[in-house]
């Protein structure tokens, strides 16, 4: 079992930043794939971003390419989104999950991820 949970959410302004973080526990992040994703009110969860924990590949969504960041500490056990240039689209519950999805498009799925964390909230106001 993997247990994730994240912090660094919160409300920003348009055009600023934040950076949300997802620790693990239980088990090191070091065999799986780590990905985040967002569900805004009414809307579907959607995939963000992943990191394949050798760090051998990145996968962004269109919508944050340029402005979206995913790296991995290893030490610390720990995935972080680094999240520029927020727009009002951007607010929603961002939630990191890990897996080991075999194709690309299951990375940016969720079906391939097994465990997901509670979500943090990120409010971006005009």
């Known amino acids: 079992q993997v247990q994730l949970v994240e912090s660094g959410g919160g409300l920003v302004q348009a055009g600023g930043s934040l950076r949300v973080s997802c620790v693990a526990a239980?088990?090191?992040?070091?065999?799986?794939?780590v990905g985040w994703f967002r569900q805004a009110p009414g809307k579907d969860r959607e995939f963000v971003a992943a990191v394949r924990w050798n760090g051998d590949r990145l996968y962004y969504a269109d919508s944050v390419k340029g402005r979206f960041e995913i790296s991995r500490d290893i030490d610390k056990n720990t995935v972080y989104l680094q999240m520029n240039s927020l727009n009002p689209g951007d607010t929603a519950t961002y939630y990191c999950?890990?897996?080991?999805?075999?194709?690309?498009?299951?990375?940016?799925?969720?079906?391939?991820?097994?465990?997901w964390g509670q979500g943090t909230q990120v409010t971006v106001s005009s």
């Open positions: 999950a890990a897996g080991s999805p075999i194709s690309t498009l299951q990375t940016m799925a969720r079906r391939g991820y097994d465990y």
């Open positions: 239980g088990r090191p992040l070091s065999k799986y794939v």
